[in-house]
């Protein structure tokens, strides 16, 4: 996958990354292809589902890695790292200034200083001000044949500062088809306000991506993600 080169790529530029957590791994499809490559891959997920998914694609991979349940609000594993992740815009779900300082400090405390810090947003920059409310938001085939569709009926406060995301899942594998349905408030974020953010929390970003894709520049009115790479002071 794409998301796994770029990956890859930023910690081949950082020499010194092995150990990288994931803080919201969902399926293990993104880190899967690091496991690969020989990276040592911690994954937590607040879902019991996806784990059990992440679960199912790493021994069907053939490669290991540590995965458990875990909110990254109050994860503490007593260890540190190269890298942690949070990607698939699972920080929007930080919405209160609690949730958020929270997070940081879980961040924070999983990182060797000068450690990366890789967090992936929407980019709502591109599309806040006119918002397309009703869309299919993915449509992906895991590596054991599940097909995953996810349609999207969202909303917005009339501040534009919190986004309304309303989420039916579908999952189908073989002949089985299970619905979720789901709703979320979520915060919007800019490039300049979370650039902010994480400088308030003692990170310092270095680099911006319109994408999990290698070479994949950085533009607010067109990129549809927000990466941000950050550095722990």
């Avoid at 796994?4 to 803080?23: A, E």
């Avoid at 589902?49 to 995965?67: F, K, P, S, T, Y």
């Avoid at 308030?200 to 994949?216: I, K, M, N, T, Y």
Wanted: proline residues 3%.
């Amino acid at each position: 996958m794409r998301a796994g080169w770029f990956l890859h790529d930023l910690f081949r530029r950082s020499s010194t990354i092995k150990d990288v957590l994931d803080v919201a791994c969902g399926t293990f499809s993104i880190d899967l292809p690091l496991a690969k490559r020989g990276y040592r891959l911690v994954g937590r997920d607040v879902s019991p589902h996806m784990i059990r998914m992440a679960r199912r694609n790493v021994a069907r991979a053939g490669v290991r890695a540590d995965l458990g349940v875990a909110d990254m609000r109050t994860l503490d594993l007593g260890r540190q790292f190269d890298a942690v992740l949070c990607l698939g815009s699972s920080f929007h779900y930080m919405t209160s200034a609690e949730d958020i300082r929270r997070a940081f400090g879980t961040f924070r405390r999983h990182l060797r200083p000068g450690a990366l810090l890789v967090i992936d947003l929407a980019n709502f920059d591109a599309w806040i001000r006119k918002p397309r409310n009703a869309r299919v938001e993915a449509d992906y085939r895991a590596p054991d044949g599940t097909r995953i569709a996810v349609f999207a009926f969202n909303d917005q406060n009339r501040s534009k500062t919190k986004h309304v995301a309303r989420f039916i899942t579908v999952l189908q594998h073989g002949r089985k088809i299970e619905l979720e349905v789901d709703e979320a408030m979520l915060k919007v974020w800019t490039k300049d306000s979370f650039a902010r953010a994480l400088r308030s929390a003692r990170f310092e970003p270095f680099e911006w991506w319109g994408d999990l894709a290698v070479g994949a520049t950085y533009r607010h009115r067109v990129s549809s993600r927000l990466v941000a790479v950050a550095r722990r002071l």
